[in-house]
T-cell receptor, first 114, second 113 residues
Framework: DAGVTQSPTHLIKTRGQQVTLRCSPKSGHDTVSWYQQALGQGPQFIFQYYEEEERQRGNFPDRFSGHQFPNYSSELNVNALLLGDSALYLC?????????????FGPGTRLTVL | LAKTTQPISMDSYEGQEVNITCSHNNIATNDYITWYQQFPSQGPRFIIQGYKTKVTNEVASLFIPADRKSSTLSLPRVSLSDTAVYYCLVGDRNSGGYQKVTFGTGTKLQVIP
């Protein structure tokens, strides 16, 4: 059983460009959350998707948007990239059926904005 | 959202028991306490979760006092491979999905040979 997978593993973009990151949740999971982790900091919650809708959102601008597909996979889109968007972007999946609210994290996508 | 406070760093020798305490004074009734471990350039990995009293699994124990304003992660007999950042977080469960959770800065544990 594959865990959470993310693609690509690394990405280099320039300021002003747009980027799309992808995530496939762990088998049996229906909820996907995205986090941004700057160097030396803890992960910061961006948003969460369940039933193809954004359910919760952190303090991130509208440049950050997402989507969840019927197969529960998800995309994170960032428009008009800034240097400060350089970070490790983590996807985490969970199941609404699980009693212990455990999130499984993927390995992340390292985004560098030049 | 309940904010958490942890020590920034801790050092321990191999074979010792390590206790990392987290403060969460504003924890809500529906909040669970969860601990994650993170190695460099990897996603966090779930360690343990609890609501009250004591929870134990194959890797750690979690102690939560009656007022739930703090919690202590206990790692028995640490090894060099336990060197990592440990995050304490609290979050509630709302209808239709998991919770909006907040990671703090974590505790960087350095295990010394």
């Amino acid at each position: 059983d594959a865990g959470v997978t993310q693609s690509p593993t690394h990405l280099i973009k320039t300021r002003g460009q747009q980027v799309t990151l992808r995530c496939s949740p762990k088998s049996g999971h229906d909820t996907v959350s995205w986090y941004q982790q700057a160097l030396g900091q803890g992960p910061q919650f961006i948003f969460q998707y369940y039933e193809e809708e954004e359910r919760q959102r952190g303090n991130f601008p509208d440049r950050f948007s997402g989507h969840q597909f019927p197969n529960y996979s998800s995309e994170l889109n960032v428009n008009a990239l800034l240097l400060g968007d350089s970070a490790l972007y983590l996807c985490a999946s969970s199941s609404t059926d699980r009693g212990r609210n455990e999130q499984f994290f993927g390995p992340g996508t390292r985004l560098t904005v030049l | 959202l309940a904010k958490t406070t942890q020590p920034i760093s801790m050092d321990s020798y191999e074979g010792q028991e390590v206790n990392i305490t987290c403060s969460h004074n504003n924890i809500a009734t529906n909040d669970y306490i969860t601990w994650y471990q993170q190695f460099p350039s990897q996603g966090p990995r779930f360690i343990i979760q609890g609501y009250k009293t004591k929870v134990t699994n194959e890797v750690a124990s979690l102690f939560i006092p009656a007022d739930r304003k703090s919690s202590t992660l206990s790692l028995p007999r640490v090894s060099l491979s336990d060197t990592a950042v440990y995050y304490c977080l609290v979050g509630d469960r709302n209808s239709g999905g998991y919770q909006k959770v907040t990671f703090g800065t974590g505790t960087k544990l350095q295990v010394i040979p």
